[in-house]
């Protein structure tokens, strides 16, 4: 699946770059829509018939981060996340929030940021373990706090997958075709190098947002990812 990152500032410029789709889409609402448009804006988007990751990356003590849920939990999302960094009992409690629910979303981990670099790891938060090891422990501590699979550069799919199995799902930013700008991106892969990696989502957000044609960058990227 692609997951369409709607990195706009307001709900204007969402909607009408969502009403040149005449197909059902993933989406990706971020915080700076959700913060900006408030919880509203799930609604206005679900009328237009999309499915929804809703990527806040609640990290908070337990407790906090299932109340949290709790409400995120009323509106129609189809996929949520936390850091794993919130560990094991805070990623099972934030499970907790669905109980009960006929229709529960995916529920997914942010193992470490893409902006996170080893050198940052190992000098600023003194961290003695490599990159890897730390990706692979946060994706293996989701899995066993119950959580349906992680956010992670695609490069790092192949050991989640080994580590996790096949039917723990990536979600993969970092996503561009040869003939993309790059723009901060640092650690890229086209679509069909992210479908041979063997993830399941990939995030894309400028490719499709700033494109002339938005609707054919899209269509581009699916048939790409999808290997038609
Ligand atoms: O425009 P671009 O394709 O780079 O957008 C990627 C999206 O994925 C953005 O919303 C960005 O915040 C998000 N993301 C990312 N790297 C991560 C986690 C999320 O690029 N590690």
Request: aromatic residues 6%.
């Amino acid at each position: 699946m692609v997951i369409i990152a709607l990195d706009f500032p307001n709900k204007e410029e969402t909607i009408n770059f969502l009403k040149k789709f005449d197909e059902p889409l993933w989406v990706k609402v971020g915080m700076e829509l959700f913060y900006g448009c408030g919880p509203s804006i799930i609604t206005d988007i679900k009328k237009l018939g999309h499915h929804i990751f809703l990527d806040l990356k609640l990290h908070d003590i337990p407790n906090t981060v299932k109340s949290a849920m709790k409400n995120l939990a009323k509106l129609d999302i189809d996929m949520v996340n936390v850091h794993a960094k919130g560990g094991i009992k805070m990623m099972s409690e934030a499970l907790t929030a669905f109980d009960g629910m006929d229709k529960k979303p995916l529920v997914i981990a942010v193992t470490e940021l893409t902006s996170t670099s080893q050198e940052m790891l190992s000098n600023e938060l003194l961290c003695s373990t490599t990159m890897e090891k730390m990706v692979i422990k946060h994706a293996l501590n989701a899995k066993e706090a119950g959580l349906n699979g992680v956010v992670c550069s695609p490069l790092e799919v192949k050991a989640i997958k080994e580590a996790c199995g096949s039917d723990f799902i990536t979600v993969t930013p970092g996503i561009r075709l040869k003939s993309n700008s790059v723009d901060d991106q640092v650690r890229i892969t086209t679509p069909a190098d992210a479908r041979v990696l063997g993830t399941n989502f990939i995030v894309v957000g400028r490719p499709i947002t700033k494109a002339e044609d938005p609707v054919s960058a899209y269509k581009q990227i699916k048939k790409d990812f999808m290997g038609e």
